[in-house]
């Protein structure tokens, strides 16, 4: 663990010796409660940066994953490329020893493994990214090339960098989710987490220093994850962004009770099945009509109840991953863009206002907006809106048809509200 905010979590999982409890929550109401005790060792980088220094370094290290987030990785949205002025960069590049950030520390580590010989090592990627391996790659190698062409060199012939794709669906656990955990299992669990009944976990294999077995417990190893990323990404993420601004403005504030709502639950199927199938290539042999009706199932989870908090967080990192590729290419397809359109107005409308339908104010959470985004959202142009960092992948101004639909929208959702325009529109 690396951050300040992973104090109160790292401080749980110590005083449990690194135990925790992980809640399955059915689809069918029922919960299984499994005792997790695989974490054998916890560092904090607050509190013993070299602790975690020395892991990165260790020769019984082979796999070093990262869950840093979409916004994680340091890259411009606009140009993909990795983000060299950023300060807390600037200050690891200048001091190596000391690093504060995901790639200081990882190339200090990298650094020591190197000077000891203790060999190659993978970094596996498990975030929400299409190619996450290859961003990882991309962000962490041109930082090294920058601090130390050595190591760079070094890097190029002893860590891959595997794509990946998992799914679960995960809730943070809150305060009150700890209470309620606690007293419906009969535990003390400062650090329990709760999921979902569903699980994938599709990895290239590219394991330079070697792998457990993981397929014996459900993981698929496959030589491309493309189409598996493109699948989940797409109509899941993209589904899941979708419902969260319009539903959060209707005043739901939890996905199952939202996805109980048959007029939101239509909106988002005919989202899947008109908007996006079209750009989905079935992996495997996926079959898509059962994954998507999967989805909707999963997404009404009673027992899971997520947030839909959660999903609205750092749109700005979550609509170029999720929503603009397919976006783009229905633009070139001169497709319905309806639904798509109505989604980016309520975006506009929910970090504009911050009050939904009903007249109640909500703070909103996007740590990676920038200030020109600030002055973007808070213009009273409409079509300001659409130079947000978010959608930089392409020039939306100039997709008339798009332009034409979502000013519309925007209007609608001021006069009218979220949920009549959706109705309108289903």
Avoid at 329 to 341: F, G, L, P, Q, S
Wanted: charged share 25%; glycine share 6%; proline share 4%.
């Amino acid at each position: 663990m690396l951050l300040p905010s992973d104090e109160r979590l790292y401080h749980a999982l110590k005083k449990q010796s690194g135990e925790y409890t992980l809640t399955v929550c059915g689809r069918d109401g029922k919960d299984e409660v499994y005792h997790i005790g695989s974490l054998i060792q916890l560092d904090w980088a607050v509190e013993n940066p070299e602790a975690i220094l020395a892991a990165i370094a260790d020769k019984q290290i082979r796999i070093i994953t990262l869950t840093i987030t979409e916004g994680g990785y340091n890259i411009e949205k606009s140009t993909g490329e990795f983000i060299m002025n950023n300060p807390a960069v600037q200050h690891d590049l200048l001091e190596p020893h000391t690093p504060q950030t995901t790639f200081g520390y990882v190339a200090e580590g990298l650094r020591r493994r190197k000077a000891a010989g203790n060999g190659p090592v993978t970094i596996l990627s498990c975030d929400n990214l299409q190619h996450n391996g290859n961003t990882a790659r991309k962000a962490f190698t041109t930082f090294i090339k920058a601090q130390d062409a050595e190591l760079a060199a070094w890097v190029e012939e002893n860590v891959t960098f595997p794509n990946s794709m998992v799914d679960r669906i995960t809730p943070a656990t809150r305060p009150e989710d700890i209470i309620r955990l606690n007293s419906k299992n009969g535990t003390a669990d400062e650090a329990p987490v709760y999921c979902e009944d569903f699980i994938q976990w599709v990895i290239e294999d590219k394991f330079i220093a070697g792998r457990p077995a993981w397929e014996r417990v459900g993981a698929e190893f496959t030589d491309d994850v493309t189409a598996y990323e493109n699948m989940k990404l797409s109509l899941l993420n993209a589904s899941h962004t979708l419902l969260s601004y319009p539903s959060f403005l209707s005043g739901y504030r939890k996905v199952d009770d939202a996805m109980h709502d048959d007029r939101i639950v239509r909106f988002v199927r005919t989202f899947m099945d008109k908007d996006i199938t079209p750009y989905v290539p079935a992996p495997g042999n996926t079959d898509l009509e059962l994954y998507k009706q999967t989805l909707i199932e999963r997404f009404g989870n009673r027992t899971v109840s997520d947030q839909i908090a959660r999903l609205c967080f750092d749109g700005i990192s979550k609509f170029p991953v999720y929503v603009m590729p397919n976006l783009i290419k229905m633009i070139a397809d001169n497709a319905d863009m309806t639904r798509v359109a109505y989604l980016i107005a309520a975006y506009r409308h929910y970090l504009k206002y911050k009050v939904d339908d009903k007249g109640q104010a909500f703070d909103i959470a996007e740590p990676w907006m920038t200030k020109s985004d600030e002055q973007l959202i808070a213009s009273d142009e409409p079509l300001d809106f659409l130079a947000l960092s978010a959608f930089q992948s392409t020039d939306l101004k100039k997709a008339d048809s798009f332009v034409q639909t979502y000013l519309k929208m925007v209007g609608e959702i001021f006069q009218h509200g979220a949920m009549s325009v959706l109705e309108s529109i289903i």
